[in-house]
């Protein structure tokens, strides 16, 4: 407005009005003053859409990272999801036991298990041991790794040499003495591992053990117990010496320990 004015009437030497100015920045302050008009699609977003994308954002990603499989095209393919049981000693015929429980325990370890300790069973490192050619795996019992896969494992552990130190819970109230069975029967027979099959008992008697155990177990704890489910006869034997047999056996009367030679020689 003040502009148009002075520039019409610009007599060159017009005294200027009080508070009138030829400054061409202070001509224009009040259009600088002024926002540009908004345009169309361009007005900025609410705060709160803009921290709702940050979280949706996030979460996907950590989806991705959680369930992307690797971007594996074979993710899904059968053979990653039901790895075929491993054929048995006896061949892998249908009605063979140990063959049975195995492929019960596929579904279970691709359901529980994999996400940790992966389809292969070589885990990830520094983060989720290995069960394929563990030594805790392919022990000649399970007494020590179903408390694990019961109440879960917590504190430093070495598997295959390499340290580990994390945590896994235990899965107590999702799976039963069966699929437990099952699974520890398919990670012992799977990957190249070869054990005996495990009885569903075994892991009821040692669920009723730990039933007032809420806690992870420590693996240093648990390394000290008897691999056999109930400390069993296996265990004792495995811990004599040859040396310490010989001890034993010099004390027996010396008719007894003929008949007993005779016995084993037959
Ligand atoms: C959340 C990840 C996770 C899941 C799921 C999981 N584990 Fe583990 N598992 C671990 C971690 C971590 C350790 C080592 C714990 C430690 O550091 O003390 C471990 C240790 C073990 C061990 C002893 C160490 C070894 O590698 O031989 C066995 C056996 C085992 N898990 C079996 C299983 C079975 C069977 C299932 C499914 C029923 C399962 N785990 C599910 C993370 C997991």
Same mark, same amino acid.
């Given at each position: /407005?003040?502009?148009?004015?002075?520039?019409?009437?610009?007599?060159?030497?017009?005294?200027?009005? &009080?508070?009138?100015?030829? $400054?061409?920045? +202070?001509?224009?302050?009040?259009?600088?003053?002024? &926002?540009?008009?908004?345009?169309?699609? /361009?007005?900025?977003?609410?705060?709160?859409?803009?921290?709702?994308?940050?979280? %949706?954002?996030?979460?996907?990603?950590?989806? %991705?990272?959680?369930?992307?499989?690797?971007?594996?095209?074979?993710?899904?393919?059968?053979?990653?999801?039901?790895?075929?049981?491993?054929?048995?000693?006896?061949?892998?015929?249908? +009605?063979?036991?140990?063959?049975?429980?195995?492929?019960?325990?596929?579904?279970?370890?691709?359901?529980?298990?994999?996400?940790?300790?992966?389809?292969?069973?070589?885990?990830?490192?520094?983060?989720?041991?290995?069960?394929?050619?563990?030594?805790?795996?392919?022990?000649?019992?399970?007494?020590?790794?179903?408390?694990?896969?019961?109440?879960?494992?917590?504190?430093?552990?070495?598997?295959?040499?390499?340290?580990?130190?994390?945590?896994?819970?235990?899965?107590?109230?999702?799976? +039963?003495?069966?699929?437990?069975?099952?699974? %520890?029967?398919?990670? &012992?027979?799977?990957?190249?591992? *070869?054990?005996?099959?495990?009885?569903?008992?075994?892991?009821?008697?040692? &669920?009723?053990?730990?039933?007032?155990?809420?806690?992870?177990?420590?693996?240093? $704890?648990?390394?000290?117990?008897?691999?056999?489910?109930?400390?069993?006869?296996?265990?004792?034997?495995?811990?004599?010496?040859?040396?310490?047999?010989?001890?034993?056996? !010099? *004390?027996?009367?010396?008719?007894?320990? !003929?008949?007993?030679?005779?016995?084993?020689? !037959?």
């Amino acid at each position: /407005m003040s502009a148009e004015t002075n520039s019409n009437k610009s007599g060159r030497n017009r005294a200027l009005d &009080r508070g009138e100015s030829t $400054d061409v920045a +202070d001509l224009h302050a009040a259009v600088m003053r002024e &926002r540009p008009e908004p345009v169309e699609g /361009m007005e900025p977003l609410n705060l709160w859409l803009v921290v709702f994308i940050a979280v %949706l954002l996030f979460w996907a990603g950590s989806y %991705l990272t959680h369930f992307s499989g690797g971007f594996r095209a074979d993710e899904f393919a059968e053979s990653q999801i039901n790895p075929a049981p491993p054929p048995s000693a006896a061949g892998d015929g249908a +009605d063979d036991p140990v063959a049975k429980l195995a492929r019960e325990g596929a579904g279970v370890f691709a359901a529980n298990c994999a996400p940790c300790h992966q389809a292969d069973g070589n885990g990830t490192p520094n983060l989720f041991p290995p069960l394929a050619g563990s030594e805790w795996v392919v022990a000649e019992g399970v007494n020590r790794i179903a408390r694990f896969v019961l109440n879960g494992a917590g504190g430093p552990i070495k598997v295959k040499g390499m340290d580990f130190n994390n945590q896994m819970n235990g899965f107590k109230d999702q799976l +039963d003495d069966k699929q437990i069975a099952a699974v %520890l029967t398919y990670i &012992r027979n799977t990957w190249g591992n *070869k054990a005996s099959a495990v009885k569903p008992e075994e892991i009821a008697s040692i &669920r009723k053990e730990l039933a007032a155990v809420t806690t992870p177990m420590n693996p240093a $704890d648990v390394e000290k117990l008897p691999v056999m489910v109930g400390g069993g006869a296996a265990a004792t034997t495995a811990a004599l010496t040859p040396d310490q047999l010989k001890e034993a056996l !010099k *004390k027996l009367p010396a008719d007894q320990l !003929k008949t007993l030679l005779q016995d084993i020689a !037959k």
